[in-house]
């Protein structure tokens, strides 16, 4: 069915330039400024159930510009917009019986999309509170009054989580634009202090290789020269601690670069938070049907679990992971529903085969491997851990605690 739209809709809906007539005595809209109008009063009030006739049209523009175009020429103007829509909308002529009106019903995005949209641009960490509002209120205006509804839904952000720099789109295009220009990039890295306070790094000036989102936060990796490795290492510099980011100057393509581009998908599969030792190693994990879960989180939805129990209690999975202190706290956090079976660097189908008839002294030699095993990677986090207590100590002493 075709609308009738009060006045107090449209002074509350339509944004207040729409249907303005430039001049201030009552002369009737140009051709260019009526067109825009028609469109926008379709946009706003007419979806794909009901739309507007064009003596409506007509009364609105009227309401708006003192001065209402005739029925006919509004008509034109209708069919001007459906056979040539503008902006991938699309407007539907109403045929003759049709009682909808003219309505438009393709439009930048549906409503689905949209409220997709909003609902990523309210959790996104690295927008402010503000700018997350006025971009959703963007985006919820693309749509008709009657669906603006459906789009805005309440999410409850935990802005503990947000970054307390609000730049990192802008650092991120800075970083896209060195990359694509061949250039450095200059910057800052921000750390924060155990006493509140903020630490800056002197001026760096890196190449960057790759921009990566992995675990929620956008990486830059960069290549930089070191004493082992006067080519260039991979470094990941997270974005929302980049400060003052800015293309720096003209600087060669070298084939250790073009090897770390070539690597970047490699090393965001291999690596939990980007962080690792370099080394890829295949380890298998006893998993508790409780925590599988986690596991698919971690490694993704394409690891496959063997061996699993008749009640699906417990499996076995196989991953490739390089080592980091990220990895230890992941797993013995999940410990011991979820625990490191044998490490040894054997095949999946040898280690599997062997469980199946493996006798008392075998089941013996690898309970003793696993000890082995757990050991060292105790030792190692052990180590991790004195390390952590030792810089602790040290920022204790900075803050005079």
Known sequence: MSRTISREEIERLLPPHVGKSP??????????????????????????????????????????????????????????????????MEIKAASKGDKKGFRCVQRFVTPDEAAALVNLVKTCKYLSPDQRERLGGKIVGTMPEGKQDEVVGTVYVDERQTSDYVDVFR??????????????????????????????????????????????????????????SPDGEAWYRRLDRMKDVTTGRKARATSRMKELSCSVIRD???????????????????????????????????????????????????????????????????????????????????RFNGLRNCNQATLALLVEDYRAATKLYLDKLTAVCNDVAARTAVDKQVIGL
């Open 23 to 88: 001049s201030k005595d009552g002369r009737p809209l140009p051709t260019r400024e009526r067109l825009l109008a028609v469109l926008e009063i379709l946009r706003v009030f007419s979806d794909d159930e009901e739309g507007l006739t064009a003596k409506e049209i007509s009364r609105i523009i009227g309401l708006r510009s003192g001065s209402a175009p005739s029925e006919n020429t509004v008509l034109d103007d209708l069919r001007a917009l459906a056979d040539n829509p503008p902006f991938g």
């Open 171 to 228: 650092a991120a295009n800075a970083a896209s634009k060195a990359i694509n220009e061949g250039r450095t990039v200059t910057f800052k890295y921000v750390s924060h202090l155990m006493n509140g306070s903020v630490c800056e790094s002197e001026e760096k000036e890196e190449m960057p290789v790759a921009l990566v989102y992995s675990f929620g936060h956008y990486y830059l990796e960069t290549c930089v020269p070191t004493e082992n």
């Open 268 to 350: 965001v599969t291999e690596k939990l938070d980007m962080y690792g030792d370099g080394v890829c190693r295949t380890l298998f994990l006893r998993v508790e049907g409780s925590h599988a879960k986690y596991v698919y989180d971690a490694f993704g939805n394409d690891i496959k679990f063997e061996h699993v129990d008749e009640d699906a209690a417990v499996g076995y999975v196989c991953i490739r992971v390089q080592l980091s202190p990220t990895f230890f706290r992941w797993l013995f956090g999940m410990s011991p529903k979820v625990s490191l079976f044998c490490p040894r660097e054997l095949t999946w189908t040898r």
